[in-house]
């Protein structure tokens, strides 16, 4: 009983403890999320152990940590869909982003960013269209793309980071890209990360 004689409240006395506040989510996955899955799974037939919603920053350590804090934040509570890896060492082998649907040749910046940190990591990222259905032959054309525009780019940059340019606009780190239109539609070229805020670019020069 709490001790109002002194005009005090006796606080020593505690009310009795409440539950914690957290409660069980009503669904871990979407429904596209569960339908890529159960289509992934049938795809892949044991090849992969296929993880879903797995952190950014488990997948990727960043170079020079002291100096890029910048870029612990790109990646600081984000996840990619699924993580598809080998089953015996869990090694990643490849990323699916589910993406919604926009217009032609348009690229939202979250979708850019996420691969060029797959591209630049030599790490093969899927970009399938949200759906609540999926054909298998649809999903394997969009892995085998994605899969050689990451070989593509292993072998055109040797991906470490002493080969990755400077900006020559800002001095900031470079990161590797994909033409989506134009005369060199699907050829790589190095870009800022900062883009758009940054425009600068370096070529890569093919042989």
């Known amino acids: 009983m709490a001790d ?15 539950p ?6 009503e669904h871990f996955l979407s429904t596209p999320e569960i339908a890529l899955y159960q289509t992934l799974l049938e795809m892949s037939e044991g090849r992969y152990i296929i993880c879903p919603k797995v952190a950014l920053n488990d997948i990727f350590l960043i170079v020079r940590p002291n100096e890029n804090v910048h870029y612990f934040n790109k990646i600081f509570r984000k996840h990619v869909d699924f993580l598809l890896c080998q089953p015996r ?11 919604k649907p926009i217009a032609k040749n348009e690229t939202r910046s979250s979708d850019q960013f996420m691969e060029d940190l797959f591209l630049t990591a030599g790490l093969p990222l899927v970009h399938i269209p949200s759906g609540e259905h999926y054909e298998i032959a649809d999903v394997v054309t ?17 991906l470490s980071q002493d080969s990755v ?36 670019m370096v070529a890569i020069k093919n042989g």
Do not use: W
Request: glycine residues 10%; charged residues 20%; aromatic residues 8%.
């Open 4 to 18: 109002i004689s002194s005009g005090k409240l006796d606080v020593s006395i505690k009310p009795q403890d409440e």
């Open 142 to 158: 969009l892995f085998q793309l994605a899969v050689t525009k990451a070989k593509q780019g292993a072998h055109t940059a040797q």
């Open 89 to 99: 060492t869990f090694k990643p082998e490849i990323g699916v982003e589910l993406v």
């Open 20 to 25: 914690l506040p957290y409660r069980l989510r």
């Open 165 to 200: 340019p400077a900006c020559p606009i800002c001095g900031k780190m470079m990161v590797l890209r994909t033409y989506r239109s134009g005369p060199q539609n699907g050829q790589l070229y190095y870009g800022c990360i900062d883009n758009p805020k940054c425009p600068g």
